[in-house]
């Protein structure tokens, strides 16, 4: 079985495209995981911020319980 001469280049041609169309795919990734991550610490600065503010207005909703001992003591 004989193979025709522009085997070897149609073969090569193809690993060009397909290593151009897997290049182009990873920087799409690359991308779409630098903006999610932006919008992970856009989330986790919100969250902070709100477990603070939750905490300050649990500091302030508590009443100060004195520390007694029970009347069974």
């Known amino acids: 079985m ?3 001469d522009d085997m ?7 690993l060009e495209i397909r290593a ?3 290049e182009k795919t990873i920087e799409e990734l690359s991308g779409q995981i630098a903006e999610q991550w932006k919008v992970i610490e856009r989330m986790q600065r919100k969250l902070d911020a ?3 503010r939750f905490l300050a207005l649990e500091e302030q909703a508590a009443p100060d ?9």
Do not use: G, I, S, Y
Not at 8 to 14: A, K
């Open 2 to 4: 004989t193979m025709p």
């Open 8 to 14: 070897p280049d149609h073969r090569l041609t193809t």
């Open 65 to 73: 319980v004195p520390v007694t001992k029970p009347p069974h003591w």
């Open 50 to 52: 709100l477990a603070e």
């Open 20 to 22: 151009a169309e897997q």
